[in-house]
Nanobody, 127 residues
Framework: HVQLVESGGDSVQAGGSLRLSCAAS????????MGWFRQVPGKEREGLATLDWRGITAYADSVKGRFTISKDNDKNILYLQMDSLTPEDTGTYRCAASWDVTAPAALGRISSPEFGYWGEGTQVTVS
């Protein structure tokens, strides 16, 4: 089992930046894949960014060039650096983890409950 705890959500003005963190604990997988997706009431969950054990990343078009995913493997913390935020980025940001899936393949699956493990989320509000 894997536990994921997100932090870093806040209220910011448009054009601002935030860095989200996701602390992972529990079982370690060699071929791990982790990422972020966003939940907005009344909208479909959207996969935003993924990173796999090879260091390969994948991004949704809506955040490409503005968001950067990274991981501190020593601390087992996943990050999401978010720049040039817009009101459309408002939502609950959730961290997810799985195994034996590459970052590009995971991007379209990360917001599915069958993907693997999810955190509870952290709220980002952009005004």
């Amino acid at each position: 089992h894997v536990q994921l705890v997100e932090s870093g959500g806040d209220s910011v003005q448009a054009g601002g930046s935030l860095r989200l963190s996701c602390a992972a604990s529990g079982r370690n997988y060699v071929k791990w894949c982790m990422g972020w997706f966003r939940q907005v009431p009344g909208k479909e969950r959207e996969g935003l960014a993924t990173l796999d054990w090879r260091g390969i990343t994948a991004y949704a078009d809506s955040v490409k060039g503005r968001f950067t995913i990274s991981k501190d493997n020593d601390k087992n913390i996943l990050y999401l650096q978010m720049d040039s935020l817009t009101p459309e980025d408002t939502g609950t940001y959730r961290c997810a983890a799985s195994w034996d899936v590459t970052a590009p393949a995971a991007l379209g699956r990360i917001s599915s409950p069958e993907f693997g493990y999810w955190g509870e989320g952290t709220q980002v509000t952009v005004s």
